[in-house]
């Protein structure tokens, strides 16, 4: 029996270390549990940290870029507004009453350099009083070196960032009476320089790098508007002297004008006078030689005739040259009425070659005339264009040489109608041809000492061509020949 009891009693406790022995294991089991719990606990603790802190970060980023659009939006506005601006003093007024206290700065002021006074003059100001500007100026003037070596670096200095050889911030600290700034070159192609200073006491406020971002806009805006407005001035200043030299050449040229009307008034009268007075004595030296010749008062011996037949000759040049001249002070002078008229030019082609056909035919010069169907109508004076073409057809047979050619050629372009006339003759030395128009002129050459004229026949061509309004020009090679070309308007 006890050995039962013995053997049970064994058996229990041995039950009950086995219970004992799993029961701790699961302990320990439940402890591993739990540390495991615990790690992932602590991790997803982390975790929700990095989740706070990053989204304390995108609010910050949010605010960040809100600010910045915002900056953006009201450049974008201050940019069109001042754009328009074309007055130095107006751009920076716009700028400090209307735009930088909106980006957030409650101070400013900005300085362009004046190289004639070699220093730095305010423009801009806001927040201070008279006095702190002032002081400012006279201070950014005392170290003028440093703030021009800043804009010829073209860097931004500013709290976040300082250019090492710059002022140090605390020195523009007490200076600008700010706790952050900017301060940012005013960079212009045209003309003096500068810088614009930003800056705010709000300790809260204080500047980011995306301010620095907004103001080097600004300023660079700031820097095509002045070159804008000093283009602007300079081109309105020039165009002003230009209109100033303008009007008083105009005024010179009037005057000039004037007097040259006066002077060419003055010698038609007096070549009309002095051709009046000398046609008397002309035609009685004519008549009186043609009575003498006519041998109404005895007769005349041989030697003498001679001598009367050459006053004579020479007597008819004489009064075709007083006519002449006669003519172009009348034409000139606007008191001769051209009577316009429909004449076929054909017609009066024809009838000059007639006139002529004595001595082209003496010379063996060969006349043609080329007139197309649409150049046959010309509105003229019949008398006038006449004499023209007489004039110029004269000419050319007289400086052409024997066996050469002559030819009268027509074309139309819309209502005008050019009229060439054209020969193979001694031609025109170019330096002549400018002056070939001019009363009297004659070209010096051996041709012309022998052939005789006046040197007034195409002065009173050019005279009867403008009083039609037409254009007359030549163009002539030497030994080659001539073309005087003019222009008449059609029926
Ligand atoms: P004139 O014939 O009486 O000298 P014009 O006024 O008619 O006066 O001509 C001026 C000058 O122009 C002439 O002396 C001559 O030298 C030159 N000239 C005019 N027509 C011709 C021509 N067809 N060929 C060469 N020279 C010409």
Redesign the pocket.
Same mark, same amino acid.
């Given at each position: 029996m006890l050995h039962f009891i013995f053997l049970s009693i064994c058996f229990i406790v041995a039950s009950l270390g086995l219970l004992l022995l799993s029961k701790t294991q699961q302990i320990k089991d439940r402890d591993k549990q739990v540390d495991v719990l615990k790690n992932s606990l602590e991790e997803m603790d982390e975790q929700a940290k990095l989740i706070m802190r990053t989204d304390m970060e995108l609010n910050k980023t949010q605010e960040e870029l809100d600010k910045k659009v915002s900056g953006l939006n009201i450049l974008q506005r201050l940019s069109r507004d001042i754009s328009t601006t074309l007055e130095e003093k107006q751009i920076f007024k716009k700028i400090g009453n209307e735009y930088l206290e909106e980006l957030g700065f409650e101070k400013s002021l900005a300085f362009l350099w004046n190289d004639l006074k070699r220093e730095f003059h305010p423009c801009l100001n806001l927040g201070y009083s008279n006095d702190e500007s002032e002081k400012i100026k006279i201070a950014v003037n005392t170290d003028k070196n440093c703030y021009l070596d800043l804009i010829h670096s073209g860097k931004t200095a500013s709290s976040v960032f300082i250019p090492n050889d710059f002022i140090t911030k605390d020195k523009i600290y007490q200076l600008f009476l700010v706790r952050s700034f900017i301060i940012c070159p005013i960079l212009a192609q045209e003309g003096d320089q500068g810088f614009i200073f930003v800056g705010t006491q709000n300790i809260e406020t204080c500047i980011t790098e995306g301010d620095q971002e907004l103001i080097t806009i600004l300023a660079n805006q700031i820097g095509q508007t002045l070159d804008n407005a000093r283009l602007f001035e300079k081109t309105w200043r020039s165009q002003q002297e230009l209109e100033i030299k303008v009007e008083e050449r105009t005024r010179q040229l009037t005057h000039a004008l004037e007097e040259v009307g006066k002077i060419s008034k003055r010698k038609s009268d007096f070549i009309s006078s002095v051709s009046h007075e000398l046609r008397t004595p002309l035609t009685s030296i004519k008549g009186y030689a043609s009575i003498l010749l006519a041998g109404k008062l005895g007769v005349v011996p041989d030697e003498i005739k001679n001598r009367l037949e050459k006053i004579n000759r020479h007597s008819d040049e004489l009064v075709h040259m007083v006519n002449d001249l006669l003519d172009i002070s009348r034409i000139e002078s606007g008191k001769v009425n051209m009577h316009m008229e429909s004449l076929e030019l054909k017609y009066i082609a024809d009838k000059i070659a007639d006139l002529l056909s004595e001595q082209l035919k003496t010379k063996n010069i060969s006349f043609s005339s080329n007139i197309p169907d649409d150049c046959q109508r010309i509105l003229a004076d019949r008398s006038q264009i006449e004499r023209v073409f007489i004039?110029l057809v004269g000419?050319?047979l007289?400086?052409t040489p024997e066996k050469g050619k002559i030819s009268i050629n027509a074309h139309r372009s819309g209502r005008i109608i050019q009229i060439d006339v054209i020969?193979t %003759?001694? *031609?025109?030395p170019e330096d002549a041809q400018e002056r070939?128009f001019e009363e009297f002129?004659?070209?010096e050459n051996a041709i012309?000492q022998e052939v005789k004229?006046? %040197?007034? *026949?195409?002065?009173l061509v050019k005279h009867i061509i403008e009083a039609h309004q037409g254009r007359i020009w030549v163009k002539s090679r030497i030994n080659e020949g001539?073309t005087f070309s003019f222009t008449l308007n059609s029926d």
């Amino acid at each position: 029996m006890l050995h039962f009891i013995f053997l049970s009693i064994c058996f229990i406790v041995a039950s009950l270390g086995l219970l004992l022995l799993s029961k701790t294991q699961q302990i320990k089991d439940r402890d591993k549990q739990v540390d495991v719990l615990k790690n992932s606990l602590e991790e997803m603790d982390e975790q929700a940290k990095l989740i706070m802190r990053t989204d304390m970060e995108l609010n910050k980023t949010q605010e960040e870029l809100d600010k910045k659009v915002s900056g953006l939006n009201i450049l974008q506005r201050l940019s069109r507004d001042i754009s328009t601006t074309l007055e130095e003093k107006q751009i920076f007024k716009k700028i400090g009453n209307e735009y930088l206290e909106e980006l957030g700065f409650e101070k400013s002021l900005a300085f362009l350099w004046n190289d004639l006074k070699r220093e730095f003059h305010p423009c801009l100001n806001l927040g201070y009083s008279n006095d702190e500007s002032e002081k400012i100026k006279i201070a950014v003037n005392t170290d003028k070196n440093c703030y021009l070596d800043l804009i010829h670096s073209g860097k931004t200095a500013s709290s976040v960032f300082i250019p090492n050889d710059f002022i140090t911030k605390d020195k523009i600290y007490q200076l600008f009476l700010v706790r952050s700034f900017i301060i940012c070159p005013i960079l212009a192609q045209e003309g003096d320089q500068g810088f614009i200073f930003v800056g705010t006491q709000n300790i809260e406020t204080c500047i980011t790098e995306g301010d620095q971002e907004l103001i080097t806009i600004l300023a660079n805006q700031i820097g095509q508007t002045l070159d804008n407005a000093r283009l602007f001035e300079k081109t309105w200043r020039s165009q002003q002297e230009l209109e100033i030299k303008v009007e008083e050449r105009t005024r010179q040229l009037t005057h000039a004008l004037e007097e040259v009307g006066k002077i060419s008034k003055r010698k038609s009268d007096f070549i009309s006078s002095v051709s009046h007075e000398l046609r008397t004595p002309l035609t009685s030296i004519k008549g009186y030689a043609s009575i003498l010749l006519a041998g109404k008062l005895g007769v005349v011996p041989d030697e003498i005739k001679n001598r009367l037949e050459k006053i004579n000759r020479h007597s008819d040049e004489l009064v075709h040259m007083v006519n002449d001249l006669l003519d172009i002070s009348r034409i000139e002078s606007g008191k001769v009425n051209m009577h316009m008229e429909s004449l076929e030019l054909k017609y009066i082609a024809d009838k000059i070659a007639d006139l002529l056909s004595e001595q082209l035919k003496t010379k063996n010069i060969s006349f043609s005339s080329n007139i197309p169907d649409d150049c046959q109508r010309i509105l003229a004076d019949r008398s006038q264009i006449e004499r023209v073409f007489i004039n110029l057809v004269g000419n050319a047979l007289k400086f052409t040489p024997e066996k050469g050619k002559i030819s009268i050629n027509a074309h139309r372009s819309g209502r005008i109608i050019q009229i060439d006339v054209i020969d193979t %003759g001694f *031609g025109i030395p170019e330096d002549a041809q400018e002056r070939i128009f001019e009363e009297f002129f004659r070209v010096e050459n051996a041709i012309n000492q022998e052939v005789k004229g006046t %040197g007034l *026949g195409l002065t009173l061509v050019k005279h009867i061509i403008e009083a039609h309004q037409g254009r007359i020009w030549v163009k002539s090679r030497i030994n080659e020949g001539s073309t005087f070309s003019f222009t008449l308007n059609s029926d």
